[in-house]
């Protein structure tokens, strides 16, 4: 990816969860773990992909017919589209007459997207608020990512960003030199587990976490808690501990959902946590307590 543009699925504004203030979230395509209970499966790869909505399609299969990589191929009675043959030239989407498919990625340059977070300058200023960098992973674009930073920093905004953390140190570190607040997702304490549930270990992981905290970055781990992944007793009390480990007092709980199940679908990609129920926060009441009499400030 050059500095100066990327691939981008996503520009939502007006948010008020992904760090502090009223926020403008960006988010990037690209992530090099592969979660099992990913909520995004449309954000792993650093292209654009096409989704299928069974719902809308009349079953004409004029995609299969005009895409002239042949990547549009019916299996089982349903449409995939193989993302290694695929252009994204976007002539099945824009000829497709139910709106069955539908794009995920588009490349933008840095003003593009700057123009887009800078419409809302006045709440940032209000608030507290600014720009944040998610995904995916921001990581998986460094370049682009430093470049939105930069640009960001010179209009006084506010920086956030949502990040795995896996990434080499110096890249990872020229990356959040102008990044204000870093929401830090910590899977694992265990890198074999980890790695069975995400596809990396967590040694990079938290050894960038732990570089964070000692740049005396604003750093907030937070843990998706995953049924029969970490979600047991020791799971809390060995992910407390790697906080303080690394230099952190406080984290963030976020449950388990299933808000991204119809994507897997749309996709024609297997999702592992299909029919798991979903986690509350009156579910994790014990789970939480754990972190607070390992002394970390655990809240959802």
Known sequence: MAKDRGIVFNIQKFSVNDG???RTVVFLKGCPLRCRWCANPESQLVQAEILWDEKK???CHHCLNICPQKAVVLKDGKISVN???CTGCGKCFRECPGKALKNEGEMKTVKEVMDVVMQDLPFYEESGGGITLSGGEMLAQPEFARSLLLEAKKHGLHTCCETTGFAKQEIFASVIENIDTILFDVKHWNSIIHREGTAVGNELILSNL?????QGKDVLPRIPVIPGFNDFPEDAANLARVIKETGG???QL???HQFGENKYDQLGRE???RNVNAYHREDL???RQTFIDHGIDAFF
Do not use: V
């Not at 732990?210 to 000692?214: C, D, G, L, N, R």
């Open 249 to 251: 007092t406080r984290c």
């Open 20 to 22: 502090p203030g009223i």
């Open 57 to 59: 399609c009349i079953g």
């Open 254 to 256: 976020l449950p388990f």
């Open 285 to 287: 009441e014990e789970y």
């Open 271 to 273: 999702y592992a946590y």
């Open 210 to 214: 732990k570089y964070a905290f000692e």
């Open 83 to 85: 993302p290694s043959k």
